[in-house]
T-cell receptor, first 111, second 112 residues
Framework: SQQGEEDPQALSIQEGENATMNCSYK?????LQWYRQNSGRGLVHLILIRSNEREKHSGRLRVTLDTSKKSSSLLITASRAADTASYFCATDAGGNNRLAFGKGNQVVVIP | NAGVTQTPKFQVLKTGQSMTLQCAQDMNHNSMYWYRQDPGMGLRLIYY???????DKGEVPNGYNVSRLNKREFSLRLESAAPSQTSVYFC???????????FGEGSRLTVL
């Protein structure tokens, strides 16, 4: 299946630093979404970016989309301990009209 | 609002037993989904219902059946559980198909 693939898989940073993670996909998309999952909990939607958009912001989150490179990045600015979570990208790539998730990025913010 | 509610939260089964995972949403969403999450595998789509009255197979449907009982409820049934179905199961819903998904808290199933 054409899933998004996040990079890096794991990231450990100090509180206050920025965290950047990337997602790549293989075929054209209509939209790309980012989700957060705290340990033992369900996923929470963060941002949806459409294929005709290049950048979106939500609070301390910034998502970019480069359709020519088939990649997206999620930037968390001024990280907090509460940002410790796994982050997933999801795309409708692959032409099968399904939303497929990547394997996730584990981010640890050290107080 | 409760959002998406899944029951049960935990279940232990023996190989060959059957069970149904229940999911209900109170957001009047049209689409509902069942995913499973395994370590190192991310989330994989089992079945989905793009709208009330329709269901379709996802990436890993073998061994499962679903029922879209009404607009609110979408159940997942394991007819004869196997150890390979040990996983965390997530139900989700969205207002429009493949829009913003709202997830339940998960159902942790162990098959011995």
């Amino acid at each position: 299946s054409q899933q998004g693939e996040e990079d890096p898989q794991a990231l450990s940073i100090q509180e206050g630093e920025n965290a950047t993670m990337n997602c790549s996909y293989k075929t054209s998309i209509n939209n790309l979404q980012w989700y957060r999952q705290n340990s033992g909990r369900g996923l929470v939607h963060l941002i949806l970016i459409r294929s005709n958009e290049r950048e979106k912001h939500s609070g301390r989150l910034r998502v970019t989309l480069d359709t020519s490179k088939k990649s997206s990045s999620l930037l968390i600015t001024a990280s907090r301990a509460a940002d410790t979570a796994s982050y997933f990208c999801a795309t409708d790539a692959g032409g099968n009209n399904r939303l497929a998730f990547g394997k996730g990025n584990q981010v640890v913010v050290i107080p | 609002n409760a959002g998406v509610t899944q029951t049960p939260k935990f279940q232990v089964l023996k190989t060959g037993q059957s069970m149904t995972l229940q999911c209900a949403q109170d957001m009047n969403h049209n689409s509902m989904y069942w995913y499973r999450q395994d370590p190192g595998m991310g989330l994989r789509l089992i079945y989905y219902s793009a709208s009330e009255g329709t269901t379709d197979k996802g990436e890993v449907p073998n061994g499962y059946n679903v029922s879209r009982l009404n607009k609110r409820e979408f159940s997942l049934r394991l007819e004869s559980a196997a150890p390979s179905q040990t996983s965390v199961y997530f139900c989700a819903s969205s207002e429009v198909y493949i829009g913003e998904l709202f997830f339940g808290e998960g159902s942790r199933l162990t098959v011995l």
